[in-house]
């Protein structure tokens, strides 16, 4: 397997965050630069997510390994960018007001939504490890890793509600992660049907 494969995977998944910097040093983030950055970095982690689903259907469909090698890389990085996604929201969007925060946690299912689906990625992040996998045992494991679909599909409906009116985008990617998960419910029946 190529050994650049990883560290160009590295690299591709910093180059969103790297962009986001120039146009901040170049004062180029618009009208609003804490919403731009806000959502810039919701949608990274969101199509960092996408791509993470969609190594294993990449691996059923065309009989290759190396979507396999870099799924962790994906996921850990889709982490990466909802962990930077939830600061900017906390500290920039509501200057840290913890009570601001949690009462719009509690009253917009929009922000339940997300946290919930970064609840759900935080111990997928933090088992993502051989060693967390030997801890657990691979069925538990597994299991575990299993709620990456469940986030996959809250994450649909946090960029759903968003937009409200104009659904085309958020509508598209829910489109694309509903084939992903078709894709492995067939696979996985097929499999227990043999
Ligand atoms: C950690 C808890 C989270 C909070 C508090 C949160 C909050 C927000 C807020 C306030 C916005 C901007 C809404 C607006 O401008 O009207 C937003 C947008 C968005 N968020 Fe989150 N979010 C969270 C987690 C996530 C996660 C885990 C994902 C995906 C994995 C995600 C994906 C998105 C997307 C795709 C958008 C829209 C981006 C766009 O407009 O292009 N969010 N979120």
């Given at each position: 397997?190529?050994?650049?494969?990883?560290?160009a995977a590295f690299a591709a998944c910093l180059l969103p965050l790297a962009w986001l910097v120039v146009r901040f040093l170049r004062?180029d983030l618009?009208?609003?630069?804490?919403?731009?950055v806000?959502?810039r970095l919701?949608?990274d982690?969101?199509?960092?997510?996408?791509?993470?689903?969609?190594?294993?259907?990449?691996?059923?469909?065309?009989?290759?390994?190396?979507?396999?090698?870099?799924?962790?890389?994906?996921?850990?990085f889709?982490?990466f960018y909802?962990?930077l996604?939830?600061?900017?929201?906390?500290?920039?969007?509501?200057?840290?007001?913890?009570?601001?925060?949690?009462?719009?946690?509690?009253?917009?299912?929009?922000?339940?939504?997300?946290?919930?689906?970064?609840?759900?990625?935080?111990?997928?992040?933090?088992?993502?490890?051989?060693?967390?996998?030997?801890?657990?045992?691979?069925?538990?494991?597994?299991?575990?890793?299993?709620?990456?679909?469940?986030?996959?599909?809250?994450?649909?409906?946090?960029?759903?509600?968003?937009?409200?009116?104009?659904?085309?985008?958020?509508?598209?990617?829910?489109?694309?992660?509903?084939?992903?998960?078709?894709?492995?419910?067939?696979?996985?029946?097929?499999?227990?049907?043999?």
């Amino acid at each position: 397997m190529k050994r650049w494969l990883v560290p160009a995977a590295f690299a591709a998944c910093l180059l969103p965050l790297a962009w986001l910097v120039v146009r901040f040093l170049r004062d180029d983030l618009g009208a609003n630069p804490i919403a731009e950055v806000l959502n810039r970095l919701g949608l990274d982690a969101f199509v960092l997510l996408v791509l993470t689903l969609a190594c294993t259907p990449a691996q059923i469909l065309f009989k290759v390994n190396w979507p396999i090698r870099i799924r962790k890389l994906l996921g850990d990085f889709c982490f990466f960018y909802a962990c930077l996604h939830l600061l900017t929201y906390a500290g920039l969007d509501q200057g840290l007001a913890f009570g601001e925060i949690g009462r719009d946690i509690v009253k917009r299912p929009f922000i339940t939504l997300g946290v919930t689906t970064w609840v759900l990625l935080l111990p997928l992040a933090v088992t993502s490890t051989q060693g967390w996998q030997r801890r657990l045992g691979y069925r538990r494991w597994k299991g575990l890793h299993r709620l990456v679909y469940l986030a996959g599909v809250l994450a649909c409906v946090h960029f759903l509600w968003r937009f409200k009116t104009a659904l085309f985008e958020p509508l598209l990617w829910s489109g694309v992660v509903a084939l992903l998960l078709g894709i492995r419910i067939v696979s996985r029946l097929r499999l227990q049907s043999r």
